[in-house]
């Protein structure tokens, strides 16, 4: 038979995690947390490479050195998470041809200030409503064409958007961007959170109140309560549900509404874009390219968009590893998940060669995270077209009855960030507390079940 808790969190990703440890701060630790994988974190997570802890997802604590201060970025300093300061906006002058040039940095700021002048006009006609949002934009002077202009419209669209319209990250924050480079890996932080409310012992999670490999299949709502069905056939009731899983599971078929989600939910949730972002790592015998200051990143120029562009050693991470980081996007990435590892390193290798000459050597390991086949996240962050009203995020962040949605893409400033997932989850919680408060049967606040 089904127990009934309080509050059920379904993901234990960041948003889930300070979604549940607000609820249990405010007295509500009768709460249950489901969660898909077989860990907690979601997208943050480490993985052993080559020696190293290597972040597969989230890397970098973004927005920093501002006004206000990035709670991420607190919660890191008091955990003693090591970091390491990251300045990319130097990648443009350490740009490659395909016979391994690199292109002088004059012609490199003028290709560039041409596409950032590019992309403010498209924004300024998109806001005129002169033009329609379709990828790739509409045939103008100034549309890239060469292989430099392609790397740098990429950088910048894929990148660098902040370079364009103002990013609120950036704005409330700070500019500054720094890389996890810690062996317990960003997901430590997740821990450490976790600790404040769940039973732990020697740094493993031993509390009964968070459930892993239980796969939400159904949400049955009503007036009354909420009934969750997990696909090993567990039944769980709770008087409210808050729901973190990204937008992409939400546009998958993977949880089933009963009744279905209203038409106004629905179509706010089709109205938000899924990006697709594969950090490549790949483990050589010894370093063949340039590692002094301000090389950190370089490119790649190709006339194939996105083809194996933004580069990264990860020298400064960890020095002596000998790894490199390739980043591709949206179609690349997809392309890349449906292929072998193998056909991978091929290409990737070929890219090196055109850079670095025949006779580097080859990589001897290589990682491929594959986001968008994960059918626990579909994708890498949420993305809303840069015109888009501040309806869409409010109704997909909006109730419906008593299933509360949370997660990166429910943050109006901060989505497609660890810190907009973060305090997403407090928003939640607050909105769900408030939401208990005025409930006038409030049985579930007596003594906790478990
Ligand atoms: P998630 O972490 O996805 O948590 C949701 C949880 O729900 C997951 O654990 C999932 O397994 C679980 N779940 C899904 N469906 C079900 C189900 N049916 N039943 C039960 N459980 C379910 N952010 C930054 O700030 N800096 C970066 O550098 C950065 N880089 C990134 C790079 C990559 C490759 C990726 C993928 C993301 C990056 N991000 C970055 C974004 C950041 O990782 C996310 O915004 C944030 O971690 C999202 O947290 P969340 O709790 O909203 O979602």
Known sequence: SASRSAVIIIGAGVSGVSAAKVLAENGISDLLILEASD???????????????????AGWIAGVGGKASNPVWEIAAKFGLRTCFSDYSNARYNIYDQSGKIFPSGIAADSYNKAVDSAIQRLRDLESNCIEDVP??????????????????FILHDFEM?????ISTYVDFGEREFLVADERGYEYLLYKMAEDFLFTSEGKILDNRLKLNKVVRELQHSRNGVTVKTE???????????????IGVLQSDLIYFRPPLPRWKTEAIEKCDVTVYTKIFLKFPYKFWPCGPDKEFFIY?????GYYTFWQHMEN?????????VTLTNGESKRVETQSDDETLKEAMGVLRDMFGPEIPTATDILVPRWWNNRFQRGSYSNYPIISDNQVINDIKAPVGRVFFTGEHTSERFNGYVHGGYLAGIDTSKALLEEMRKDENKSFLREPLL
């Open 232 to 246: 090993d056939g567990c039944i769980y009731e709770a008087n409210y549900v808050i729901l973190s899983a990204s």
């Open 162 to 166: 902040a370079e364009v319209e103002p």
């Open 301 to 305: 120029a190709h006339e194939r968009r």
């Open 136 to 153: 790739g934009g509409t045939e103008s002077p100034l549309t890239p064409k060469t292989p430099i202009e392609l790397a740098i419209d």
């Open 317 to 325: 991470a960890y020095p002596g590893s000998n790894i490199l980081v």
């Open 39 to 57: 860990r907690i974190g979601g997208r943050i997570r480490k993985e052993s490479f080559g020696g190293v802890s290597v972040e597969l997802g």
